[in-house]
């Protein structure tokens, strides 16, 4: 090998490195967001001794101007859980800016109640993971007529 190649395969090995230590700083920095929460069966989507859970319901997170970015749908214990890349959203404006927002009418999971209208929720911080998780969950659910 010669020396021209030489330096340019140590220049590469330096420029990766640099480049893996910069990764990983922003890995510190950037972490997963995840909106998770139980959804029950009443009126204002939240729980009482005797409040069933709400199954198969579609959860949509939707921002600014009812744009939905992600959504999920609850399991049969009523839970939910919506992954978000950190690199899309950043904790301050998914907190001002964005709402869960229930579509399925709440007469799926109790024929008592209403047919028409949603269930929509703030978003509240509830603190990071030590696998650096940002944790957030809905705030009180109330129930507005379409």
């Known amino acids: 090998m010669t020396i021209k190649s030489l330096l340019f395969v140590l220049v590469l ?3 990766f490195a640099a480049l893996l230590a910069e990764a990983q700083s922003l890995g510190r920095v950037l972490a997963l ?3 998770r929460g139980t959804l029950f069966c009443s009126i ?4 009482s001794r005797i409040t069933p859970v709400f199954p198969n319901a579609l959860v949509q997170l939707q921002c600014g101007t009812g744009n939905v970015v992600a959504s999920a749908t609850t399991n049969t214990a009523g839970g939910f859980s919506i992954l978000l890349d950190p ?7 998914l907190l001002t800016n964005c709402d869960l927002v229930v579509k399925t009418p709440l007469a799926t999971c109790n024929s008592s109640l209403p047919t ?23 705030g009180s659910f109330i129930f507005q007529l379409n």
């Open 87 to 93: 690199l899309q959203f950043v904790r301050l404006l």
């Open 33 to 35: 967001t995840q909106i």
């Open 44 to 47: 204002n989507g939240s729980n």
């Open 116 to 138: 028409n209208g949603i269930l929509i929720s703030t978003l509240q911080f509830l603190g990071r993971t030590v696998g650096s998780i940002i944790n957030i969950i809905p």
């Open 13 to 15: 090995i330096v420029g």
